[in-house]
């Protein structure tokens, strides 16, 4: 349906062909606008134009302090919107055919980009498995997974199908691609060196519109629905963004009556909707721009520069190490090594496990019944003060620490 847009009266009116007279009003007490919408949303033109509505009323709107109340709203209806896109409720026709890669190895990887950018030249060159490449769009239709042995790890890399704009709306099996981006420990955003950083805008922008949030952290809010009481509002820190005004408001608009919340850091209104929804996924991501021969020396010594970056040029071998390298480091995976008594340590078959682990998931990841007989360890490497170190459970390891474990008698 074509939404025609009419001023009159310095009113902004929308209105629908097939339902001209009931509307309903919401005002703008800051800009002096009022937006007219149909009340009957089975007359509206459907999701994605309420969603490009309210994206063109942000848009318009300007950013200060007196208008930070009526942005607050738009985003929560803004979320809410999407979130109904992503989720469709009621009766739908026959699923389509998904991504089912069954998950191995110690971590995993999603190769995320647009067609023809090098993501399958680069899982043919750091894995085993033969992706077709050429140089055509689209090569890639469905996922193909790979496996990069380094340090004793297994990292599952996952050549995903190129995604376009719109992806967040379903368009080129968006959808599924970045259903299972959402599933992976580090997104390995593949750009192309000689097209820009627009690129690179579209693709966070199309992650931001699905609840992935990448390379932050989640919001230090307590949120807890009650069923009785009403909301209760309090704050640790200054606020500069939101207030009890603008929280009560979001709850109500998603028809929460009845919560406690607790901000613990100066957080934005998008943090805390992202609080509220609950479905969001912080996922690092580290960017890597390929194609590198093809520019000038001083591009790539720019764009190496930027935080989370590795230039490569997958067809030329240049910096490929390196890449590997930096997707270990951001995954941040650790060597443990196990010693019995009165032997060397296992220095070939270490365990691979996640940062900040203490001795007690040590010992769960050896054998999960350990930890009922387990007594002390011994622990050799960065995280003590003298080799050997006698430490209890709560003890975490660094990387390459060595642990001999003794049990009960």
Known sequence: MTLSEKIQNDQIIIQTPEN????????????????????????????????????????????????????????AKLAKYRTMLLEPTGK?????????????????????????????????????????????????????????HYNGADIQLLDLPGIIEGAAQGKGRGRQVIATAKTADLILMMLDATKGGRQRQLLEAELEAVGIRINTHKPNIYFKIKKGGGLSFNATTKLTYLNERIVYSILHDY???????????????????????????????????????????????????????VVVSCESDLNIDYLIDQIWRQLSLIRVYTKKRGEFPDFDGGLILPANQTVEQVCKAIHRSLVDDFSYALVWGVSTKHNPQRVGLSHIVEDEDVIQVVKKK
């Open 20 to 75: 001209k007279d009931q509307k309903s009003v919401l005002p703008d007490v800051h800009t002096g606008c009022h937006l007219q919408f149909d009340r009957n949303e089975g007359k509206c033109g459907g999701i994605i134009e309420k969603i490009a509505e309210i994206e063109r009323e942000i848009n318009r709107t300007q950013k200060n302090k007196a208008t930070e109340y009526h942005l607050g709203l738009l985003k």
């Open 92 to 148: 739908s026709g026959p699923k389509g055919v998904g991504f089912e890669v069954v998950r191995s190895g110690d971590a995993r990887v999603a190769l995320l980009g647009f067609p023809s950018v090098g993501k399958s030249t680069l899982l043919s060159k750091v894995t085993k498995t033969q992706s077709e490449a050429a140089g055509y769009e689209f090569t890639t239709l469905t996922c193909i997974p790979g496996k990069i």
């Open 255 to 309: 028809k929460i009556h009845n919560a406690e919340v607790l901000i613990r850091e100066d957080a934005t209104v998008d943090q805390f909707i992202d609080v509220v929804l609950g479905n969001r996924k912080y996922i690092k991501c580290l960017y890597c721009y390929n194609k590198i021969d093809q520019i000038s020396i001083e591009e790539v010594d720019r764009l190496a520069r930027e935080p989370n970056t």
